[in-house]
Structures are given as structure tokens and as C-alpha cells.
């Protein structure tokens, strides 16, 4: 059983920073991406920014120059550097992680989700 749990989550007032992280637990080959992905009360889930294994990152156009992404192969964790952080920002924030499980078997996982909220 593949688990994701994510923490780091919190209160900060506007202009300032939070890491988040999430690591993946349980039997299974290896990590193929994961990602950060936020939804706020009334809107639908977003993605926020990716990484694959091998570090290629992606981000949303709300996160460039102010997140960054990274992963940790070897402790299966993804971290979120979020930096400058605006009222725009909160929301619960939910790692994904893309796990190959068999050889040619990969599946999506999704963590529970950790709360982000910034005030003004």
C-alpha cells in the first residue's frame, strides 16, 4: 500500500514563507514524479508545480519566481518552497505522486492534503 503524507502546512502572514513536504511510503519500485497541486474553498484543484525523478520541473504561472520544487530520490520526498506568499495562496495544498508499482504498471497516488493559510 502506497501512502503519501504531506506536512508543513500552516498560518503566515502575507509576504511570507512555508515549505511543505510529503514523502511516499510503502513497497514499490520507484517514484516517477510528483507534484504540488492546491484547491481553495468555491474553485477547483490547480496544479501548482511538478518534478520528475530526474528534476524536470514545471510550474503554474501563480507560482514562477515566487515556489520552488525539488525532490529527494533516495527519502522519496517532494518539498515546496513557497516564498512571498499572498492571500491568493490559501488553500489546501496536495502532493501527487506518479509510482511505478510493477514493471509496467505505474499508478497516481494522492495525499490528504495540508491546509496553507496566509493572511493580509
Known amino acids: 500500500q502506497v501512502q503519501l503524507v504531506e506536512s508543513g502546512g500552516g498560518l503566515v502572514q502575507a509576504g511570507g514563507s512555508l515549505r511543505l513536504s510529503c514523502v511516499a511510503s510503502?513497497?514499490?519500485?520507484?517514484?516517477?514524479?510528483m507534484g504540488w497541486y492546491r484547491q481553495a474553498p468555491g474553485k477547483q484543484r490547480e496544479q501548482v508545480a511538478t518534478?520528475?525523478?530526474?528534476?524536470?520541473?514545471n510550474y503554474a504561472d501563480s507560482a514562477k519566481g515566487r515556489f520552488t520544487i525539488s525532490i529527494d530520490n533516495a527519502k522519496r520526498t517532494v518539498y515546496l518552497q513557497m516564498n512571498s506568499l499572498k492571500p491568493e495562496d490559501t488553500a489546501v495544498y496536495s502532493c501527487?505522486?506518479?509510482?511505478?508499482?510493477?514493471?509496467?504498471?505505474?499508478?497516481?497516488?494522492w495525499g490528504q492534503g495540508t491546509q496553507v493559510t496566509v493572511s493580509s
Open positions: 501527487n505522486a506518479n509510482i511505478q508499482v510493477g514493471w509496467s504498471m505505474s499508478n497516481d497516488y
Open positions: 510503502g513497497r514499490f519500485f520507484r517514484v516517477n514524479a
Open positions: 518534478i520528475t525523478s530526474s528534476g524536470r520541473a
